[in-house]
T-cell receptor
């Protein structure tokens, strides 16, 4: 079965810290996504990548960046964490032209104090 | 861009009754409509999807209907069971060939099954 692993389930950081959220997929697949989930706001796309070294902005990229140095790893970076970035972050894999299904990781609940 | 509205935000039904969740979309070019289910503390998972060339699709107790003219689609769950309790997200995509970056999600419906 497809596996998408996120490095941390819960994370607590301080305002101004640089935060790295890691996502690793065990399939040799190109498409990877970072979503943010907030109550009452649904799932919102932050960044996505369709290949190594490739990255594109989603709907809410402000305050975030990403890194895709290897095909299996897609990292979300908060350069200077702020309290309004407290949220559940979900990594996803899939969503291709031939199979639109997205496979989500278990999520990282980030709290910025 | 696409805008997806989902209603209701919370739905409580008696076990065994039916539940209906409705979504509307704004982009007439949208042609792919998936539904994801997220149980408490778990990841979202695809439960059913429909394309614009089909009006209805069924999978056991769940079904999705699509009205392209009115630009709305609905999830129907019959004979609800406790394990149906979850948050359900609808989504719409204008081009299934362009990757999931075009997928826009609704805000979610919390379905509660009362025993």
């Amino acid at each position: 079965d497809v596996k998408v692993t996120q490095s941390s389930r819960y994370l607590v950081k301080r305002t101004g810290e640089k935060v790295f959220l890691e996502c690793v997929q065990d399939m040799d697949h190109e498409n990877m996504f970072w979503y943010r989930q907030d109550p009452g706001l649904g799932l919102r796309l932050i960044y996505f990548s369709y290949d190594v070294k490739m990255k594109e902005k989603g709907d809410i990229p402000e305050g975030y960046s990403v890194s895709r140095e290897k095909k299996e790893r897609f990292s979300l970076i908060l350069e200077s964490a702020s309290t309004n970035q407290t949220s559940m972050y979900l990594c996803a894999w899939g969503g291709t032209a031939t199979n639109e299904k997205l496979f989500f990781g278990s999520g990282t609940q980030l709290s910025v104090l | 861009g696409e805008n997806v509205e989902q209603h209701p935000s919370t739905l409580s039904v008696q076990e065994g009754d039916s539940a209906v969740i409705k979504c509307t979309y704004s982009d007439s070019a949208s042609n792919y409509f998936p539904w994801y289910k997220q149980e408490l503390g778990k990841r979202p998972q695809l439960i059913i999807d429909i394309r614009s060339n089909v009006g209805e699709k069924k999978d056991q107790r769940i079904a999705v209907t699509l009205n392209k003219t009115a630009k709305h689609f609905s999830l129907h769950i019959t004979e609800t069971q406790p394990e149906d309790s979850a948050v359900y997200f609808c989504a719409a995509s204008p081009d299934s060939g362009g990757g999931a970056d075009g997928l826009t999600f609704g805000k979610g419906t919390h379905l509660i099954i009362q025993p």
